[in-house]
């Protein structure tokens, strides 16, 4: 009987051709106003793997695993952001009513400059627990698209359709370019695959800020990488010579620690390189690049 009621909550939206939501926004909502007056952080953690882990396993295992990875222990990490959920609920109430409207207008428009976009493309809008505003994920060989109403509600300013366009847009590029595109968490392919996404953003949304498209982030990002332009450059050219892991942690997490390297900077190089490239081959054709020929094209762009 339980499990029944589950299942009738959690529904399924199509908002658009091809677009179909999968809301467990609702699901949280609903375990955090019936557990909220609890103080016992095991019981409270137990009740969610129980109640909202199965909806979306593979994202929620994953995240309790991440956080047992980076030496934190779950239970406290999980009843932490539990208590914090009423914070944030109102904005993200709100986020709840308005995401699916406005990717059903984002698709609309991004397939105008890229029909190839898939049309059987699925979304899960959850309580991402701190773990993301929106994107792509695969686990265990299978893919997700995902939207984290937790992470759009604290850290996106406006809920302005003008002003989540070029964010939605980017999202879906990555959809769209999946069909071609292998990505993986290398250097190489950040570069490659983040850059042609803020790159059609930008394009589908021109008047878009900085700020907008996510490449000021951390505020003077832009500024940094520009007065380190030459060098930053000339690093990236030696990685991609004797590629690691560590490079794509470098070059795109917020919490990188290098000296001298600014957090998030391949997205701007990123956006760089594909502004170039786009100067005289579409979108389109770049979507479609190999490898091999991306690694010459970024080479090409970035020498001295």
Sequence with gaps: MYRMLLFILVPTLSVASGLEIKDLTQNFDRFWSENQHLKNSSLVFKKFNHEIVPLFPEFYQNRVLTWKRSGRNPENVFFEKFKNYKE?????????????????????????EFPALPRDIKVHMIHSLGEMDGGTRVYKGKFFFIFGVDSIAKYHKSMEYERKAPFLHHELFHVYHRSFFQENETLLDGLWAEGLAVRAAHKLNPSASWAALSLDNPKGLIKKCESLRARLNQDVLKRLK??????????FYGDSTHDWIPKRSGYYLGYQIAKEANASISLSELAR????????????????
């Design 88 to 112: 944030i609920r109102k904005k993200i109430l709100l986020v709840r009513s308005k995401l699916p409207l406005f990717l059903k207008k984002a698709e609309r428009s991004f397939r105008k």
């Design 289 to 304: 690049y190999s490898k091999q020929k991306i690694l010459k094209t970024i080479q090409k762009i970035l020498k001295p």
């Design 242 to 251: 004797s590629p690691s892991r560590q490079d794509y942690d470098t070059y």
